[in-house]
Antibody, heavy 118, light 112 residues
Framework: EVQLVESGGGLIQPGGSLRLSCTAS????????MHWVRQTPGKGLEWVSA????????YYADSVKGRFTVSRDNSKNTLFLQMNSLRAEDTAVYYC???????????WGHGTLVTVSS | QSVLTQPPSVSAAPGQRVTISCFGS????????VSWYQQLPGTAPKLLIY???KRPSGIPDRFSGSKSGTSATLGITGLQTGDEADYYC?????????????FGGGTKLTVL
């Protein structure tokens, strides 16, 4: 059974940093691209970042480019999202999401809430 | 503002059929497969339909998907109270300013 468990969310002041983690199990982690997708009541679901299975390819939404860094440790089946220079508009539930072998995402973690507020 | 357009809400009685539309453009739905996700209250989204009309194992055949041109439709028959949820469409987009993966704004299904 595929499981994705996020951690690292919390309350942080504007300009601060957080590192999200996602521990994966139930599949060959290194074989699949992974994404971070965030959800806010006002903006719905928003793709944030993606990383290839090898970790060599990384991709970012314009809204987070230069501030967020995605990485993975395939030896530990773990995905990361380093978030710097956080803004109020980054407040959201962040989901770790698995890409399928095709052109769709097939599993979502339970999400971790990030609140950026003074 | 979401890249894909869905109605904010739909409603129907138990046992009835409902459809949820998802409108996009040639850069996304027009040239890519569409997926649908169900988000029950307080939970994470769950894959319901992939590659326009395929169901993952465990998803009942009451759920169906279709695509035509730059729009897609999710159909649910034999509505049950347990189907009350938010439903999202998603696809890839070649217009990278929107990000490679785009979603609709979600449709809240109420089973009256």
């Amino acid at each position: 059974e595929v499981q994705l468990v996020e951690s690292g969310g919390g309350l942080i002041q504007p300009g601060g940093s957080l590192r999200l983690s996602c521990t994966a199990s139930g599949f060959t982690f290194s074989s699949y691209a992974m994404h971070w997708v965030r959800q806010t009541p006002g903006k719905g679901l928003e793709w944030v970042s993606a990383i290839s299975g090898s970790g060599f390819g990384t991709y970012y939404a314009d809204s987070v480019k230069g501030r967020f860094t995605v990485s993975r440790d395939n030896s530990k089946n773990t995905l990361f999202l380093q978030m710097n220079s956080l803004r109020a508009e980054d407040t959201a539930v962040y989901y770790c999401v698995k890409n399928s072998s095709g052109y769709y995402i097939d599993y979502w973690g339970h999400g971790t809430l990030v609140t950026v507020s003074s | 503002q979401s890249v894909l357009t869905q109605p904010p809400s739909v409603s129907a009685a138990p046992g009835q059929r409902v459809t949820i539309s998802c409108f996009g453009s040639s850069s996304n739905i027009g040239n890519n497969y569409v997926s649908w996700y169900q988000q029950l209250p307080g939970t994470a989204p769950k894959l319901l339909i992939y590659e326009n009309n395929k169901r993952p194992s465990g998803i009942p055949d009451r759920f169906s998907g279709s695509k035509s041109g730059t729009s897609a439709t999710l159909g649910i028959t034999g509505l049950q109270t347990g189907d009350e949820a938010d439903y999202y469409c998603g696809t890839w987009d070649s217009n990278l300013s929107a990000g490679p993966l785009v979603f609709g704004g979600g449709t809240k299904l109420t089973v009256l």
